[in-house]
Nanobody, 124 residues
Framework: QVHLVESGGGLVQAGDSLRLSCAAS????????MGWFRQAPGKEREFVAT???????YYTASVQGRFIISRDNAKNTVYLQMNSLKPEDTALYYC??????????????????WGQGTQVTVSS
């Protein structure tokens, strides 16, 4: 079992930066792939970024070059550094963990554990 708690969301202006954190319980964190997803009002949840146990990273095209996913295994924490934020980045951001795989995936169906989400609102 993995318990995830996100933090770091807030209200910012376009062009600002935010760093989201996701603290994970469980002693197997370092072996698991982690992901960030987001859901805007009236839209389906979408993939944002993922990081493998070996720190390979993948991003959706709309955030490539602006967002950076990273992990600190000593702290059981995964981060999402978000730069040059745009109004279209406004969403509820979720952290997710795979149950028993270190392979990164863009597919939300491959993630078994989810946090409650943290709201990011970007004003124009």
């Amino acid at each position: 079992q993995v318990h995830l708690v996100e933090s770091g969301g807030g209200l910012v202006q376009a062009g600002d930066s935010l760093r989201l954190s996701c603290a994970a319980s469980g002693r197997t964190f370092s072996s698991l792939a982690m992901g960030w997803f987001r859901q805007a009002p009236g839209k389906e949840r979408e993939f944002v970024a993922t990081i493998s146990h070996g720190e390979l990273t993948y991003y959706t095209a709309s955030v490539q070059g602006r967002f950076i996913i990273s992990r600190d295994n000593a702290k059981n924490t995964v981060y999402l550094q978000m730069n040059s934020l745009k109004p279209e980045d406004t969403a509820l951001y979720y952290c997710a963990s795979r149950r028993d795989s270190g392979l990164a995936s863009r597919d939300s169906g491959r993630y078994e554990y989810w946090g409650q989400g943290t709201q990011v609102t970007v004003s124009s």
